[in-house]
């Protein structure tokens, strides 16, 4: 399900890097400085730890390619996931971010959080509170049809 989520948009902006190459790493940028800015959101008392993983995948959407990546936000109180997120909800709205609230399959609250390059981000109370998981997917951008991406970004 996250990952159709994920799927919306296509870029088709010609002012790209020709290169897919590049195009890959100006979207895994967008990606991981919008997974930051999430982060950043959410108050330096309320988190232990910021993890970002390095690395992503870019996965096939209609029309091209899409980065998707990972941060995770170890939380101090693991009961207050729930609060947390809905805070973080109403700050990223402030901010500019398009928000929808929505649960998992398993009932967890989450958030889809889209900026303004067309980054999604969905945001999950994760490991049983305690931490925010938000999973990144940049917008759909156009690649030559003989392009074979790598296995990690």
Same mark, same amino acid.
């Given at each position: 399900? /996250?990952?159709?989520?994920?799927?919306?948009? #296509?870029?088709?902006?010609?002012?790209?890097?020709?290169?897919?190459? %590049?195009?890959?790493?100006?979207? !895994?940028?967008?990606?991981?400085?919008? &997974?930051? /800015?999430?982060?950043?959101?959410?108050?330096?008392?309320?988190? %232990? &730890?910021? !993890?970002?993983?390095? &690395?992503?995948?870019?996965?096939?959407?209609?029309?091209?390619?899409?980065?998707?990546?990972?941060?995770?936000?170890?939380?101090?109180?693991?009961?207050?996931?729930?609060?947390? @997120?809905?805070?973080?909800?109403?700050? /990223? *709205? &402030?901010?500019?971010?398009?928000? /929808?609230?929505?649960?998992? *399959?398993?009932? *967890?609250?989450?958030?889809?959080?889209?900026?303004?390059?067309?980054?999604?981000? @969905?945001?999950?109370?994760?490991?049983?509170? !305690?931490?925010?998981?938000?999973?990144?997917?940049? !917008? #759909?951008?156009?690649?030559?049809?003989?392009?074979?991406?790598?296995?990690?970004?």
């Amino acid at each position: 399900m /996250a990952l159709v989520i994920g799927l919306a948009g #296509c870029a088709t902006d010609t002012h790209l890097p020709p290169d897919p190459e %590049e195009r890959i790493l100006l979207f !895994k940028a967008q990606a991981q400085e919008a &997974e930051s /800015a999430v982060a950043r959101l959410i108050p330096t008392g309320a988190r %232990e &730890e910021v !993890k970002q993983i390095p &690395e992503g995948t870019v996965l096939a959407c209609s029309g091209g390619r899409q980065w998707s990546g990972n941060t995770r936000i170890a939380l101090t109180d693991p009961s207050a996931g729930p609060s947390v @997120l809905r805070e973080l909800s109403s700050d /990223a *709205a &402030e901010r500019g971010f398009r928000v /929808a609230s929505s649960t998992t *399959a398993d009932g *967890a609250p989450r958030i889809r959080l889209v900026d303004d390059n067309g980054t999604t981000l @969905l945001a999950t109370v994760w490991v049983d509170g !305690k931490s925010i998981d938000v999973d990144s997917f940049s !917008k #759909c951008f156009p690649v030559p049809a003989d392009f074979i991406p790598h296995g990690s970004y």
